[in-house]
C-alpha cells in the first residue's frame, strides 16, 4: 500500500508558476512509476506528465516547454513545477502512483490539489 498527498496548489495569476509535490509513504520501494493528471470542472481527467523508476520523462503536449516533472528519491516526492500558466491550466492536479511487484501491479491516487489560473 502507498499513500499519496499532494499538496503545492493555489492562485496564480497568468504567465505565473507554481510548484506542486507529490509525497509517497508505505511499500515506496515498489513505485514504478508518478504520473500527474489534471481535471478541470466538468471535464475528463487527463494525463499531464510521468516519470519512472528509471527517470524517463514524458509529458502531455500542453505541459512541453511549460511544465518540469523532477524527483527526489531521499524525500520519496515527485514535483511538477509549471510555468507561464495559463488559465486553461485551472484544474485539480492529481497525482497517480503506479506499484510493481511479484504479484502484479496496483495504482493509487492522491486527493487532489487545486490550481487556479486568474487575474
Known amino acids: 500500500q502507498v499513500r499519496v498527498v499532494e499538496s503545492g496548489g493555489g492562485l496564480v495569476q497568468p504567465g505565473g508558476s507554481l510548484r506542486l509535490s507529490c509525497a509517497a509513504s508505505?511499500?515506496?520501494?515498489?513505485?514504478?512509476?508518478t504520473d500527474w493528471f489534471r481535471q478541470a470542472s466538468g471535464k475528463q481527467r487527463d494525463f499531464v506528465a510521468s516519470i519512472n523508476s528509471g527517470g524517463r520523462e514524458d509529458y502531455a503536449d500542453s505541459a512541453k516547454g511549460r511544465f518540469t516533472i523532477s524527483r527526489d528519491n531521499a524525500k520519496n516526492t515527485v514535483y511538477l513545477q509549471m510555468d507561464s500558466l495559463k488559465p486553461e491550466d485551472t484544474a485539480v492536479y492529481y497525482c497517480?502512483?503506479?506499484?510493481?511487484?511479484?504479484?502484479?501491479?496496483?495504482?493509487?491516487w492522491g486527493q487532489g490539489t487545486q490550481v487556479t489560473v486568474s487575474l
Open positions: 508505505g511499500t515506496v520501494e515498489e513505485i514504478y512509476s
Open positions: 497517480k502512483v503506479l506499484t510493481y511487484s511479484g504479484v502484479g501491479s496496483s495504482a493509487f
